[in-house]
């Protein structure tokens, strides 16, 4: 009974309200129509929301717009700050209940983002209550990311094989260096598993000093290979075009210091590759 | 001949890397689409012989109108297909001379060659800079809710709201019920 009772008052935050209370009579007193306990679920769902895009590797706006529409969904003015690192979100006019996240940890998930903006528009729709997101966004933020499930592993092993045999095709490589950046591309994949915890450009560092190395190991046991074929295209999936694409959206959208920070990033992350390469292809002789 | 095979190159490229960073399946082949037009955008403009920086430029700016027009479309974020869709456009041979050169200490040949990569690095940000610009104003409405920070005085005391606690979750860390 309990439960009836409970998921009525989820209904009525997400779908009953969002229509009368979008009415400028009923505007300025929204906010006294919730409960604090209530304010404080709309705030998890919207903190949960946002943790989850930022460590998905969605740009700041977005996750902004999101948090602001899960709180126009439920008749409530919401405040949010995001920046790369964090966000703070601060849910009612009056009294608000403000809670802040660290986000530590981030990757790239494309699917997720692409979840929780569908979450996001179904709220807005009155198709799915509250409680409903709440559950899903706790499923999300529990759910490993896409490199540790161990068929989502073999399938990221053959993606960035593919990937690196295709960009060798891109930049000038031949038939003849087609099988090795497929071993390089699974190469790459597994040195990207193992210094995944380490601090990011140490990591892309270490991932293209061991591209080149093997690159130029390569050479060993097929001379006429084009080895700076092998490289280029070993090294395109580790560029920072998810930094360089949310730095341009973010401050197109005014996100001056999300922005900044993410370009930064883009120049840092570039630059560990560069010296990553150079040291390889110095420690190889490869251009003596 | 060999554009066919770079073009086939940068298809599979593309949409492997979309798989890298775990695009929706449904989104993959228009992700590689997107990377598609733009490489080939990129390739016809530096045909006619302008700079290279040029051809990155429109290039992302074709990828990222793209993106946000399947976006639209497919009712997805944008990044899902610009992301993936702007590697084929990355001067890495270019960047890779440069560092060749700066090894052998020919520092006049990193010079050309690295302020080329930069570039045409730049005019990727700059197109894609454009097509967000271009596309912003088309975008999804913010939704608006009407302040709430000063209720209005002549509302009594008494009849504002009375806290009931109705919690949403009965136990908060239980995600099942």
Redesign the interface.
């Known amino acids: 009974m309990a439960g009836a009772h409970l998921d009525s008052q989820a209904e009525r935050l997400s779908t009953d309200f969002q229509g009368s209370l979008r009415g400028a009579e009923y505007g300025q007193w929204v906010d006294t129509l919730l409960d604090r306990a209530s304010l404080r679920d709309v705030a998890r769902v919207c903190l949960d929301a946002a943790k989850v895009l930022i460590a998905s590797g969605a740009e700041t706006a977005r996750v902004e717009e999101t948090v602001t529409r899960i709180g126009a969904a439920c008749g409530v003015e919401v405040e949010s700050i995001a920046t790369p690192t964090g966000i703070t979100v601060s849910v009612g006019g009056d009294r608000p209940v403000t809670r802040l996240a660290r986000v530590r940890v981030r990757t790239i998930d494309m699917s997720k983002v692409a979840a929780v903006n569908a979450l996001s528009r179904s709220l807005e729709a009155g198709e799915i209550s509250l409680r409903a997101a709440g559950n899903e966004l706790g499923r999300l933020l529990q759910s490993p990311g896409p490199s540790l499930g161990s068929r989502s592993r073999r399938r990221m092993y053959l993606a960035q094989s593919l990937a690196t045999s295709g960009f060798a095709l891109l930049v000038g490589g031949g038939p003849k260096e087609l099988v090795p950046a497929l071993l390089l591309g699974l190469l790459a994949r597994l040195v990207d598993e193992r210094v995944a915890p380490l601090p990011p450009f140490l990591a892309v560092f270490l991932n293209a000093l061991a591209v080149s190395i093997c690159a130029g190991l390569s050479r060993l046991v097929l001379p006429e290979i084009n080895v700076d074929v092998l490289i280029v295209a070993g090294v395109i999936p580790l560029l920072p075009g998810l930094a360089l694409t949310n730095a341009a959206r973010d401050l197109m959208a005014g996100e001056l210091i999300a922005g900044v920070a993410r370009g930064a990033d883009s120049i840092l992350t570039a630059a560990a590759l560069a010296g990553g390469v150079c040291l390889g292809v110095s420690l190889m002789a490869l251009h003596p | 001949m060999s554009l066919l095979?770079?073009a086939?190159?940068?298809?599979?490229?593309?949409?492997?890397?979309?798989?890298?960073?775990?695009?929706?399946r449904s989104?993959l082949l228009w992700a590689a689409l997107a990377g598609l037009m733009g490489?080939a955008v990129q390739v016809r403009v530096g045909l006619n012989g302008v700079s290279p920086a040029a051809g990155a430029l429109l290039g992302a700016l074709t990828v990222s109108l793209t993106g946000e027009a399947l976006a639209r479309a497919r009712?997805?974020?944008?990044?899902?297909f610009?992301?993936?869709g702007?590697?084929?456009l990355?001067p890495?041979?270019r960047?890779?001379q440069a560092?060749?050169a700066?090894?052998?200490q020919d520092h006049g040949l990193a010079a050309l060659e690295g302020a080329q990569a930069l570039v045409a690095?730049g005019g990727?940000?700059v197109g894609?800079?454009m097509g967000?610009?271009l596309t912003?104003a088309w975008g999804r409405p913010?939704?608006?809710?009407?302040?709430?920070?000063?209720?209005?005085p002549e509302r009594p005391r008494k009849f504002?709201?009375r806290?009931?606690?109705?919690?949403?979750?009965?136990d908060?860390n239980d995600?099942?019920?």
């Open positions: 095979l770079k086939l190159g940068v298809l599979v490229g593309t949409a492997a890397s979309a798989v890298l960073f775990n695009v929706p989104a490489w009712r997805m974020p944008a990044l899902v610009v992301v993936p702007i590697l084929p990355v890495g041979t960047a890779f560092m060749l700066l090894l052998r690095a990727i940000a894609l800079l967000t610009a912003r913010t939704p608006q809710v009407l302040p709430l920070s000063s209720p209005p504002r709201h806290a009931v606690v109705l919690p949403l979750w009965k908060r995600l099942s019920n």
